[in-house]
């Protein structure tokens, strides 16, 4: 099985912290995500990785950045943290050819 | 980024009733997933259609892949307590990018 490994399920941040989240993948997927969930506006996308090193922005990028140093691994980072990045945050990896995405647990991060 | 369009929104219904749901999108579609999410969880992967017309079972869930690449159902029958959730639907209009669907809530009463 395919499995996508987030380090936090829960997190409590202070604003203006800078916040890590991390995701491993367990299967040599090219291609990795960081999603945000929120109430009524379903899933977006913060950036995705098709490369080690390789990054592009998705739909909301601001106040996020990413790093992918190694291929199974995909780092989210807030660098100042606020308030309205107070939410259910997704990593999912999928493999060049299609084949599916996989998700990992997610993670709430509250900041307060 | 582009959302699919996926129906209805919320369903409630009677447990052993028969459930039905869709994805719709303007444009062509090389792959649909169908995800379920429980509250505080990741979306699970159920299913993965990968053809035109491709009718896929998993279980008590059955899904198709559209004959005009456009569009994709969810069907679950026999519904029990434990299907409620929020399934969502995905696809891949070109490349690795995924597009989501905004998600049915099921709710099932015993």
Known sequence: DVKVTQSSRYLVKRTGEKVFLECVQDMDHENMFWYRQDPGLGLRLIYFSYDVKMKEKGDIPEGYSVSREKKERFSLILESASTNQTSMYLCASRPDRGRGAFFGQGTRLTVV | ?110
Do not use: H
């Open chain 2, 1 to 110: 980024g582009q959302q699919l369009n996926q129906s209805p929104q919320s369903m409630f219904i009677q447990e052993g009733e028969d459930v039905s749901m869709n994805c719709t999108s303007s444009s062509i579609f090389n792959t649909w997933l169908w995800y379920k999410q429980e509250p505080g969880e990741g979306p699970v992967l159920l299913i993965a259609l990968y053809k035109a017309g491709e009718l896929t079972s998993n279980g008590r869930l059955t899904a198709q892949f559209g004959i005009t690449r456009k569009d994709s159902f969810l069907n679950i029958s026999a519904s029990i307590p434990s299907d409620v959730g929020i399934y969502f639907c995905a696809g891949t209009p070109a490349g690795n990018m995924l597009t989501f669907g905004g998600g049915t809530r099921l709710m099932v009463k015993p």
